[in-house]
């Protein structure tokens, strides 16, 4: 079985422009979770779908956003980037909501210049 | 606010049984202990989790205190692969809340 795959690996922006971020999840995973890694800040949690509405949210400014589509694959928005906002972003799928057992993809580096 | 407390660090010889603390002193009766590892530049890989009972898996086995206030995750025969970040989550099953990570323990396996 696949396992879960972001896209795209590794990415460069500068300053002011936006990025979308692909997460797709494990087949017959519906749930999907995202976050950031950084050195200073670890691995924080950015907020997660499910069936397509978002059950829960982080405390991250509104510039970064997500949706889930109807095949439970995600994207995650991050506009008008800013220099802090290098890190990798990971995403994270479940079969279920109340599981603690998540299966993360090997990330999204984004480096913003 | 962390709830969990580990090393930052720890050393095992390779094949040699690796032996990881966590303290989750304040941690409530409907919280489990959840075990991950990040090696180096990858994302974080589910281990093993536990409620009161210690629970063992073919990654590795995890002893929980009867008192829940402390486990401590047991790597058998450690290789140089099992060199990574080990962290130590407490997690209430049903609620809103994702798994909040801490900084870990860095376990370095050397020949």
């Known amino acids: 079985k696949a396992g879960v795959t972001q896209t795209p690996r590794y990415l460069i922006k500068t300053r002011g422009q936006q990025v979308t971020l692909s997460c797709s999840p494990i087949s017959g995973h519906r749930s999907v979770s995202w976050y950031q890694q950084t050195p200073g800040q670890g691995l924080q949690f950015l907020f997660e779908?499910?069936?397509?509405?978002?059950?829960n949210k982080g405390n991250f400014p509104g510039r970064f956003s997500g949706r889930q589509f109807s095949n439970s694959r995600s994207e995650m928005n991050v506009s008008t980037l800013e220099l802090g906002d290098s890190a990798l972003y990971l995403c994270?799928?479940?079969?279920?909501?109340?599981?603690?057992?998540?299966?993360f993809g090997e990330g999204s580096r984004l480096t913003v210049l | 606010d962390a709830k969990t407390t580990q090393p930052t660090s720890m050393d095992c010889a390779e094949g040699r049984a690796a032996n990881l603390p966590c303290n989750h002193s304040t941690i409530s009766g409907n919280e489990y202990v959840y075990w991950y590892r990040q090696i180096h530049s990858q994302g974080p890989q589910y281990i093993i989790h536990g409620l009161k009972n210690n629970e063992t898996n073919e990654m590795a086995s995890l002893i929980i205190t009867e008192d829940r206030k402390s486990s401590t995750l047991i790597l058998p025969h450690a290789t140089l692969r099992d060199t990574a970040v080990y962290y130590c989550?407490?997690?209430?099953?049903?609620?809103?809340?994702?798994?909040?990570f801490g900084t870990g323990t860095r376990l370095q396996v050397t020949l």
């Open positions: 989550i407490v997690w209430e099953r049903g609620t809103a809340s994702k798994l909040t």
């Open positions: 994270a799928s479940s079969l279920r909501v109340d599981t603690g057992e998540l299966f």
């Open positions: 779908y499910f069936s397509e509405t978002q059950r």
